[in-house]
């Protein structure tokens, strides 16, 4: 598979389950309460990692035993951790969990902000299988700085998955920073909320795929002037228990099935799946171990030729079976077809894009 390199924040998470955001002093009131490692770039890092990537994360550390346990964490999941350490504890957030499953987090930051990895730094290699023909993604998430980054990763393709602070950071930004920002990226992932601050920024167009989630409603994919909606999970095995990371369970597996070689609508669906899955227990570290191909494939489907919305986005992707694999002990050679990310003539491949293939669609 593709690896991954995540730049982005490791914070120490108080989670409190309440009857109401506006609870007073929820260390005593809260119905339950979990203190874990966390923050976007390291939950990314994880569930990608949980997902069979091989990741790199760029994070600011601090010095304190709340460090120690969230790099102890990371580096026995097989994260490799490249971190800029200062003194103090790490940041920290604190989430409330409403019954209806809203959630509200607030930051309290003291660290520095993560720092780009040096242009010549080497991708981290796949533990097996031959090296990837595309350029290792950049994927940048919250809380780094995205003033000044387009000319510190410059030749790097980037992943955005910017906060509200970064999404106004982009507003205000000189227009000639933010072209050339928004320009090296391939994709960027953003929730409502994020996107409507994003809405008003013109060199948004520029990004070649644009998706926003919308929680239980779903998600959005803009491809240029295509758009296509994906509604949310539509195999609950339990009851939602957890919001806390589902943006990042999300994003981890649409970046794995993508490098796998499915399409758009499969990614979204596969994604939408992984998600679901994530929210129904009750820890916010509980991205399941899967192999992406089982998401795009779910165990009880059959080759069929039915169509799915992927046909009204052929023109990016028109391209090969994605090959299925052969059942361990079996003996059985996979199926002919050509190799997983074979690049085609699309628009969404100039520059360096990252190639897209397609998968059958089949019947679910």
Avoid: K
Avoid at 25 to 40: M, Q
Avoid at 133 to 155: D, F, K, N, Q, W
């Amino acid at each position: 598979m593709t690896p991954f390199e995540v730049l982005g924040g490791t914070y120490q998470d108080d989670v409190y389950w309440v009857g109401s955001e506006l609870d007073f002093d929820v260390s005593l009131t809260a119905a339950a309460h979990e203190r874990v490692p966390g923050g976007p770039g390291a939950c990314l890092a994880l569930a990608l990692r949980r997902l069979g990537a091989e990741v790199r994360l760029s994070t600011a550390l601090g010095d304190g035993d709340d460090t120690r346990r969230a790099r102890d964490l990371l580096e026995a999941e097989g994260v490799h951790v490249r971190a800029h350490h200062h003194r103090g504890p790490l940041d920290h957030a604190i989430t409330l969990v409403t019954p209806s499953l809203e959630s509200v987090t607030v930051t309290h930051r003291s660290l520095p902000p993560p720092e780009p990895p040096p242009s010549a730094a080497p991708p981290p290699e796949p533990s097996a299988g031959p090296p990837s023909a595309s350029p290792v993604p950049l994927v940048v998430c919250s809380p780094t700085p995205l003033t000044g980054l387009a000319a510190r990763v410059r030749g790097r393709r980037l992943v955005l998955v910017p906060h509200h602070a970064q999404c106004r950071e982009l507003t205000a930004m000189r227009p000639a920073e933010r072209a050339a920002l928004l320009g090296a990226v391939d994709l960027l992932v953003a929730n409502e909320g994020e996107h409507a601050v994003l809405a008003a920024v013109p060199e948004l167009g520029s990004v070649p795929a644009v998706v926003v989630t919308r929680g239980p409603r779903g998600s959005v994919l803009r491809l240029g002037d295509a758009r296509l909606e994906q509604g949310p999970a539509t195999e609950p095995e339990a009851p939602p228990l957890n919001p806390n990371g589902a943006g990042e369970a999300f994003t981890a597996a649409l970046l794995a099935t993508r490098a796998l070689g499915a399409p758009w609508p499969e990614a979204m669906r596969a994604a939408a799946r992984y998600a679901g899955r994530h929210v129904t227990e009750r820890s916010s570290l509980s991205f399941p171990r899967c192999r992406p191909h089982d998401l795009v494939r779910p165990a009880g489907r059959t080759a069929g030729h039915s169509r799915t919305p992927a046909a009204r986005l052929r023109e990016w992707d028109a391209a090969p079976a994605l090959e299925e694999e052969a059942p361990a002990g079996t003996g059985r050679a996979p199926e002919a077809g050509r190799p997983n990310g074979t690049e085609h003539a699309g628009p969404s491949t100039a520059g360096g894009r990252v190639p897209v293939a397609l998968i059958e669609e089949t019947d679910g």
